[in-house]
């Protein structure tokens, strides 16, 4: 009975011939309907399915834009930390210089003599550095008007304070702090009563404050060995037990008893005396109880770095002997100083 034709469709050609037929039976319509009902199936299956597929598209589209946006955040972050580091960076050498400045003039210990936490790495994050800054600004503050109220009181005028740098920064580069070094010559750790900055040769060399002229030239005498090792130098005088020395100079451009301004030009860097590169040897000498003593220059000459800015406000002279060379071997000079 399945094969029984239930309708039959025939094609007769206009022009005669071969006549086609389609006999459509149960069996043919029941293969449809299976085929038909296999489609829709498939369709539904198609149509459930693609929700879930639009979603997960959506959804790891709405992941990317989330990570692009924490990726920026992350970077915005990094930059203010970094910005709130160099700013913590400023803020501490303002106040070291700050504090130096009232050490130098005389200011009352309580402006200089606190020591002042150093900053937290990048590491340590951004509220670290932001928790920092706080107290460091109010402190900084604080300085600031303690200065401006301060009587000054330096052992010497304040135009004749070797404040200023005795080279130009952008061509100076300090080889050798105050301190124990050991010796390019002898490899022994000796005493480093002054500061020595690599220069080009030619360089001028600067008074650091206003003076007068002790010393121009070299010295030849045998008693004053350890002054020969220096070559070509000028020494001034501020005042009040105040002295810088410039030393291995090229050129020696005053003479003695000559009076210099700040800034004056007195020579220019060389490499005479115990120096293996052009270099100028820079020393500060301050009153100290009874005496004139080398001290670290970078407590006088805010330019110069310090390794230890707070053990020399305890010790001015960083504890090194007093074996060094006193001014009145120099020639011509008078009493010990």
């Known amino acids: ?17 071969h006549v086609r037929r ?34 997960g598209f959506f959804t790891r589209f709405s992941m990317d834009v989330a990570e692009r946006e924490n990726r920026a955040l992350l970077g915005e972050r990094q930059e203010l930390t970094e ?23 005389g200011g009352g210990a309580a402006l200089w003599r606190e020591p002042l936490p150093r900053p937290p790495k990048l590491e340590a994050g951004l509220e670290a550095i932001v928790a920092w800054l706080g107290p460091a600004s109010e402190r900084l503050e604080a300085l600031a008007q303690g200065l401006a109220a301060t009587t000054p009181k330096p052992p010497c005028p304040l135009l004749a304070l070797p404040l200023a740098l ?8 300090p080889v050798a702090l105050f301190g124990w070094r050991p010796s390019p010559f002898t490899g022994r750790t000796t005493a480093h009563h002054g500061v020595t900055i690599a220069a080009p040769a030619g360089e001028p060399v600067l008074a650091a404050g206003a003076g007068k002229v002790v010393f121009a030239g070299s010295v030849r005498e045998r008693k004053a060995n350890e002054w020969t090792r220096l070559g070509n130098l000028v020494v001034l005088d501020h005042g009040a037990g ?3 020395v410039y030393a291995h100079l090229r050129e020696v451009a005053v003479r003695r008893a000559q009076s210099v301004v700040r800034n004056a030009r007195i020579g220019t860097v060389g490499q005479t005396g115990w120096t293996r590169v052009p270099a100028l040897y820079y020393e500060v000498r301050w009153p100290l109880t009874s005496a004139s003593k080398p001290i670290d220059p970078a407590l006088v000459t805010v330019g110069l770095p310090s390794e230890d800015l707070d053990a020399r406000f305890e010790d001015p002279t960083g504890g090194l002997p007093d074996d060094f060379t006193v001014l009145d071997h120099l020639p011509g000079r008078g009493r010990a100083h």
Request: aromatic share 6%; charged share 15%; hydrophobic share 60%.
């Open 166 to 173: 005795p080279i130009g920064r952008p061509h100076a580069v």
């Open 242 to 244: 105040v002295f810088t």
């Open 22 to 55: 389609l006999v459509v039976t149960r069996a043919s319509l029941r293969r449809i309907a299976c085929a038909l009902a296999l489609v829709a199936l498939l369709v539904l299956a198609v149509l459930g399915i693609v929700p879930f597929g639009l979603r």
């Open 83 to 105: 910005r709130a580091e160099n700013l913590a960076g400023v803020v501490l050498a303002r106040m070291q210089r700050a504090r130096r400045a009232a050490w130098s003039i």
């Open 1 to 17: 009975m399945s094969r029984e034709a239930l309708w039959e469709l025939q094609w007769h050609p206009a022009g005669g011939g």
